[in-house]
């Protein structure tokens, strides 16, 4: 073998290198590459690692030399050695890198080029009895580049070469014409022109008005792998076979070929071969099926034909192999190769115009009822394809209702509900009602429910006995198998049938089904963790509106359950069915209290509802935004402000309210509901979450609503570092703001750290303009103010300022900023809050 070198094929390119030493270095190299021997002991470099950077970096780069010599070389009479390289050329490019193979079709190697150069060295090849190169020709042809344009008439060309090929009985060259052969037919399947001319020069085309160009049978390429289909050698079998399956779309069942079969050929060749490899213990079952999918049925099945009445004992043969493998040793791939075989079979026999044979498909179909009802139906993978082939075979009520009856014994899923539903729309109502009656007995596993539920519903659109049904209805229901499909079925069904199935227990996807179907009368017995459940799942999948039609029939005494049209709108990003956001979560107040003595389980409602807008990965619209504001200020208010766990609820509400205000979305009373909480609460924490919760959205909310910038700094109290933090960017913009400056500089009062590093910058150069401004009038009180919850105001009023329009607000907030007295100042004042109380105070 040549040491392979770095420059190894720049040095075997050089023009004093003779051809034959040329040819033979590229073969070392490319052969090579295909060799699995590698030093694995050393880490030096191998010479495997120096064909692998030749292949891939020295050898592209000298494509069109020896593209141009190799395709020069096949038309010399000096082919074989040129015919050996471009063989492996070609299969090394299949395997390597995509560099090598696009540089070689850019070298001119492309599928019409190869395939004219290869034809005629294996021309030229067979005329001189030269087999090797033959080969070399027909595998360099068949390990091509699969896409590229090649002329139809080639088809022809390969089909007549390669059956030339295969009568030099040269083991080598009939697997080269064999690969041939698999080529055209795979190129057939994409490229019509190119199928023609293969049908043309096919047996089966012998008739399509062009002259034949063979001179026997023999040269028919369909003839050719059809008298190998039952080949003692198992690989030409199998690629016979597989080739023929590819074919026959090209064949089409062309009434020669199946003259030809009929003649001698199946009945004295083929079935008695395959009966030898049946004793043998081969398989002859995939070959018998390829073979008749390429045949017209008329000449194997009309009248007395012998080919029919040899094949079908051999089937029999067939059939009784698999069972004895299912059987013995629960092999069930026999059993699926002879159901493929069988099924070929009655293809053909439904193509028939005699009586006689549509009548023993019937039969056929009858006598494999009884196997299958005992053994078939248990074979994993089969069961259900065997079920198809009866389904459509058999027309006698007895073989149906041993089939059905069956179903029950199938140990696995393979029992397909379209199989089943045929079986039962070609069955009476008497024998449906038996056989659901039988299905019920069998047992309790998902694969038996599935075949019962089919059947039932089959029961149900031929009108059997409503009674039994009911029963079969009430059993299933027991089982908790197969709900989905049963409720579909009893929903539609309504009346007697839907009470039978309610009376064994509902839940919340059975209340959603009956929604679909406009029947939720049993709302009140669906348990609500359930329907909450339900709709959490279905939310997905089902209509927005038939889910709100299931949540208001609900009497919803849970209180998590009053939040689903929230959570679940922010959570699809749906804008539909929020009108009653309000009424919503004064329901879900009234539950919570109803159910705890107060509302702690409601307002951690609102909890849930900031949590959801955390996680959510999309862009929540305003309209849903708002809707969630409107629900937890009425939540709140109707809440009573004194339930335990208001201050977490109150501090969840202040992010909600910013997250509107961010898009500029509708908030409704939100703001006041939160003013109104912490005039009621003295807590330091309950301040400082909700300044840091508004901070992001300060400048908006003073454009927006004033007064709750107003009660949020009267809030403030406490000398608390983290207040303080917090605090500064409400206090820089409201020192910036005329409307509310002088309550930002009580505030301020009331929690400037005596530090003065612990002071925010920002904020102490804010007040210093305000003073410098002439903000500061009066000397401020430095004692903490009083905290007095005031009495709430009429539920008409909301806040002290939004009860008047906007204009009479604004001079309100500056006629109140502008007309305290010194007097006033000194007093311990009451803080103001959003009921009316503010204004009350200041009359005082």
Same mark, same amino acid.
Request: with cysteine.
């Given at each position: ?10 040095? #075997?390119?050089? +023009? ?15 052969? !090579? ?12 470099? @191998? ?9 891939? !970096? ?9 593209? *141009? ?5 096949? %038309? $010399? ?55 090797? &190169?033959?080969?070399? &020709? ?5 390990? *091509?580049?699969?896409? *590229? ?24 060259? !009939? ?69 023929? %399956? ?48 390429? =045949? ?6 009309? *009248? ?6 040899? #094949? ?75 079920? !198809? ?11 149906? /209702? ?137 939310? &997905? ?38 009108? /009653? ?42 309209? @849903? ?40 979305? +509708? ?12 005039? %009621? ?18 400048? +908006? ?65 804010? =007040?210093?303009?305000?003073? %410098? ?17 005031? @009495? ?26 502008? $007309? ?11 803080? &103001? ?12």
């Amino acid at each position: 073998m040549a040491t392979v070198t770095p420059s190894a094929v720049a040095k #075997l390119w050089r +023009k004093d290198v003779p051809r034959e030493a040329r040819y033979a270095g590229l073969r070392d190299l490319l052969e !090579e590459d295909a060799s699995d021997q590698r030093d694995s002991l050393t880490v030096k470099t @191998t010479p495997r690692d120096c064909t692998t950077k030749e292949l891939d !970096e020295a050898l592209p780069d000298y494509a069109p030399p020896i593209v *141009g010599a190799l395709l020069g070389d096949l %038309r $010399t009479s000096e082919n074989r050695a040129a015919a050996e390289c471009l063989s492996l050329l070609v299969r090394v490019a299949g395997r390597r890198p995509s560099k090598l193979a696009a540089s070689l079709v850019e070298a001119g190697l492309t599928r019409q080029a190869l395939s004219r150069a290869a034809l005629d060295a294996a021309r030229t090849s067979l005329q001189s009895n030269e087999l090797a &190169a033959a080969s070399a &020709a027909l595998e360099a042809y068949a390990c *091509g580049p699969s896409k *590229g344009p090649e002329p139809a008439e080639y088809a022809a060309r390969w089909c007549v070469v390669a059956c030339a090929a295969l009568k030099k009985n040269d083991s080598r060259l !009939e697997t080269a014409a064999l690969s041939v052969l698999d080529a055209v037919v795979r190129r057939s399947t994409i490229d019509p022109a190119y199928a023609s001319c293969a049908f043309k020069s096919s047996k089966a085309g012998e008739r399509s008005g062009q002259s034949p160009t063979q001179v026997d049978d023999d040269g028919y390429w369909d003839c050719a792998l059809a008298s190998r289909c039952a080949d003692p050698r198992p690989y030409v079998a199998r690629a016979v076979a597989a080739s023929l %399956r590819r074919a026959a779309s090209t064949l089409r069942r062309g009434r020669p070929l199946s003259d030809w079969l009929a003649q001698r050929t199946l009945t004295e060749v083929l079935i008695p071969a395959w009966k030898d490899q049946l004793r043998n213990g081969s398989d002859v079952c995939d070959s018998i099926g390829a073979l008749l999918d390429c =045949c017209h049925p008329s000449p194997l099945f009309n *009248g007395d034909a012998k080919a029919a009445k040899a #094949l079908v004992p051999l089937l029999s043969e067939c059939r009784n192999k698999a069972t004895n493998a299912l059987t013995t040793d629960k092999d069930s791939t026999p059993l699926k190769q002879f159901f493929i075989a069988w099924d070929a079979v009655f293809r053909c026999l439904r193509g028939v115009d005699d009586e006689r044979w549509c009548r023993a498909a019937r039969q056929h179909g009858k006598m494999l009822a009884r196997p299958y009802a005992s053994t078939y139906v248990k074979a994993a993978q089969s069961g259900s394809y065997g079920l !198809e082939l009866i389904t459509a075979a058999s027309d006698e009520p007895r073989a149906l /209702e041993r089939v059905l009856k069956s179903l029950g014994k199938a140990f696995s899923d393979d029992v397909d509900e379209d199989n089943v539903s045929a079986l039962c729309e070609r069955a009476p109502a008497p024998l449906l009602a038996r056989s659901l009656a039988k299905l019920l007995r069998r047992g309790e596993e998902a694969y038996v429910v599935k075949a019962t539920i089919v059947v039932l519903e089959h029961c149900l659109q031929k009108h059997c006995d409503r009674h039994g049904i009911c029963d079969a209805v009430r059993k299933l229901a027991r089982r908790r198998i197969g709900r989905d499909k049963l409720r579909k079925l009893v929903c539609s069904a309504g009346g007697d049938i839907l009470g039978a199935y309610i009376d064994e227990g509902v839940d919340g996807f059975d209340l959603i089904a009956a929604a679909k179907a406009g029947d939720v009368s049993f709302a009140a017995r669906v348990d609500a963790a359930s329907l909450s459940n339900a709709l959490a799942r279905a939310e &997905a999948t089902e209509d927005r509106d038939t889910l709100l039609l299931a949540w208001r029939a609900h009497p919803k005494d849970d209180a998590r359950l009053w939040a689903w049209p929230i959570l679940s709108a922010i959570d699809q990003n749906q804008t539909t069915g929020l009108d /009653e956001a309000e009424k919503w979560g004064r329901n879900l107040a009234k539950v919570g209290r109803r159910k705890s003595g107060d509302s702690v389980e409601a307002v951690g409602v609102v909890t849930q509802v900031r949590e959801v807008l955390e996680d959510t990965t999309q862009d929540v619209r305003a309209e @849903t935004l708002g809707a969630a504001c409107c629900f937890c200020a009425a939540l709140l208010d109707a809440s009573g402000y004194d339930a335990h766990g208001l201050s977490r609820a109150v501090a969840d509400a202040a992010y909600i309210l910013t997250r509107t205000v961010s898009v500029d979305g +509708k908030f409704g009373d939100l703001a006041a509901s939160i003013g109104v909480a912490l005039a %009621r609460n003295d807590s330091v924490d309950l301040c400082t979450d909700v300044c840091k919760a508004i901070a992001p959205c300060v400048q +908006k909310l003073l454009e927006r609503d004033i007064a709750f910038i107003g009660n949020v700094l009267d809030a403030l109290d406490g000398k608390a570092d983290r207040l303080t933090e917090v605090a500064a960017p409400l206090l820089a913009a409201a020192f910036a703001d005329d409307r509310v400056s002088r309550r930002a500089d009580d505030a301020w009062s009331r929690i400037k750290p005596d530090d003065p590093s612990k002071q925010p910058a920002d904020v102490r150069v804010a =007040c210093g303009a305000f003073v %410098r401004k002439g903000g500061r009038q009066q000397p401020l009180t430095l004692g903490k103010r009083s905290v007095e919850a005031p @009495t709430p105001a009429p539920k008409k009023l909301k806040t002290p300022i939004s009860g008047v329009s906007g204009d009479a607000r604004l001079s309100y907030a500056l006629a109140e900023v502008g $007309t305290q007295s010194s007097q006033e100042l000194s007093q311990a004042p009451r803080r &103001a809050n959003v009921k009316g109380d503010y204004a009350i105070a200041n009359s005082q």
